[in-house]
């Protein structure tokens, strides 16, 4: 397995070269990527992420990097409704599996009107390559899966690089290298291993 660094050296040369926002050479395919890793790499790859976005964005001005950490989404959800001690209480009380599943229904997740969905919409802006991040840290409250498949409904031009800390081979999602996910064939692997 090479060096994580290396491989970001190369998902950033890639993500230079011409033709990358424009989704050249993948058909009618939409232009969904996943960048996975070890997640023993997870502070390597968090510190990278917006050194590799300030990068980019100096060097080019055909396009800018969007950010979008999904537990950060997930927090500000809660935080700006006043929900934080009402989910502490909850998972004290009822445990972690009932909490989860009052927090994706509170959500929204996997149905026509999920936050998370809208939110990226809402603040997409028209040039830009999408990175989403956190997967990770959000998880078991959505599923990389359901996100892949919620934003493929809504975003057709922007490529979009999922930072996905576990395998992905085959179209099989694993995270952390131990909870299989369901399928998703539509997304490329960006760089290998």
Known sequence: ????????????????????????????????YIFDYDPTDELVVREAIPQM???????????????????????????????????????????????????????????????????ICEHLEEDAVIFITGIGKAYPIIRSHVILNNLQAVIENNPLILFFPGEYDDGKLKLFGKFEDDHYYRAFKIIEK
Do not use: C, H
Not at 4 to 32: A, M, S, W, Y
Not at 54 to 79: A, G, P, V, W
Not at 80 to 107: C, H, I, V
């Open 53 to 119: 976005k300030d990068y980019l964005e100096r060097t080019q001005s055909r396009y800018k990097i969007q950010l979008f950490d999904m537990y950060d989404i997930i927090l500000s959800f809660f935080e700006k409704r006043g929900y934080m001690e009402k989910n502490f209480q909850m998972e004290e009380k009822k445990g972690s599996l009932d909490w989860y599943e009052k927090m994706q229904k509170a959500l929204k997740i996997a149905t026509n009107n999920d936050y998370i969905v809208s939110y």
């Open 1 to 32: 397995m090479r060096q994580i660094t290396k491989r970001l050296d190369e998902l950033r040369e890639k993500i230079e070269v011409p033709g990358f926002f424009d989704n050249k050479g993948l058909g009618n395919e939409v232009g969904f």
